[in-house]
């Protein structure tokens, strides 16, 4: 019986490994443009792009373990149910259930590495792989502009221009967005621009016919028209590396996230006890309350002024209540996003390793229906299945960041789903020798293929 365990393990990892390496590779096809791009037209070293390379791996890997699992399981399960080893072993008085047990044990074990790798490899190699690429974006600035499309990469800046002539590099109605920490963000436009080289590790975009829009830290708007103005942006041909402490979501582990989802719910509540007491409270007294912090005690008593110009007053008290209460009320709105933002990755990175598990559930009997081992046909059944999963997954990932699902439930429902359909296949396979009729769906599909296309052909 060992032996049997041991022989499908073997039968397993092959065709697993081969299958996650084809699905990564799909995946790479999308970056790969970008990466020759890098090489080409600003220069990057091929070091340094076989580091970005290497960097954008993991979150690769994260998600073509379980779809390698199912493909492996498929063609595992497949060639030994159309090489006649199953019935041989169900003839032996063998359940199946020895051939899914060492396959479970394998998923448990890539499940348990995935969820590690989640939490202690991939938020590392994904900070370390944005920081990279800004410091690449910073190499040749020019290279990034792209009409229409905003450049995020320049350290400080976000850039888009409407057209660009890339013969001359002058650039048509450029729009800036300055972002120096510690200082009031302003935004710059102009009718025209270029980029002049000034030395090795600086350039300037010279900018004409424009205004200059800032926002003062004592909140004053004031606006600037220039005809030239100059905006000097470091860059450096060797790569200069920065370490940014800020990090995303895709950057986090569960437990820095759990903490970030803890102080928000905190806030959050804080907010929302503010909100209940105003609301529970007399208007009068919130009046009094609002209207000393506003210094409106310092207006003249009612009976020295006239009607008109008390309703003003309180016309104007009670917009700026009415405002206090809007912004409290986004405010703790603009919380519960975060929340839930949080809340969803969290669970993805333990739910999406579990599909390890469902995807066993679902391969075996479907192994056991195709009856043919080629990766063909397994690649081709996997796909479709994920297909499914991941819809289900972008689905519910969408209607948790809108607040209308529970983060939990939007995670978990593809394991749930498939997972229930797979035992149900699972224990059908161990009383049944064809779980799942493929081939006679296969021969309805067919037949009704050929009466439309023989109807048609009649008319």
Known sequence: MKKLQVYT????????????????????????????????????????????????????????VPMGVLAGVLMAVGRMESDLEVTAMKASGISIFMMVKPLMAAALLLAGTMVLFNNYVLPDANHMAKNLLLDIGSMHPAARIIPGMFVEDIENYRIIVEDKDDITGELYNVVIHERVPG?????ITARRGRMEPMSANRFRLVLMEGQMHELSAAGEYNKLDFETYTVEIIRSEELVRQDRESRGDRELSAGQMRALVDSLESQARALEDSLQRLGSRPLLAIAGDTAAAAGLDRF???????????????????????????ILADRKASLLRSISRYSVEIHKKYSIPFACIVFVLLGVPLGLSTRKGSAGIALGVSLLVILVYYLFLIAGEQLADRRMMPPFFSMWLPNIVLGAFGVVLTLRSLHEGNPLPLGRVAGVLRSFGDRLRGRTGGE
């Open 300 to 326: 003249p008593p009612p009976d020295s002024v006239d009607a008109r110009t008390w309703f003003n007053m309180s016309r104007n008290f009670l917009a700026q209540l009415s405002g206090n209460l809007g």
């Open 9 to 64: 393990i073997k039968e397993f990892f092959p065709p697993f490994l081969l299958s996650a390496g084809i699905f990564t590779f799909v995946m790479l096809l999308d970056k790969l443009l970008d990466l020759l791009d890098m090489i080409v037209s600003k220069g990057v070293p091929v070091r340094t792009v076989v580091e970005v390379f290497l960097l954008l791996l993991p979150s690769m890997v994260a998600v073509v």
């Open 183 to 187: 200082t009031p963000g302003r935004t």
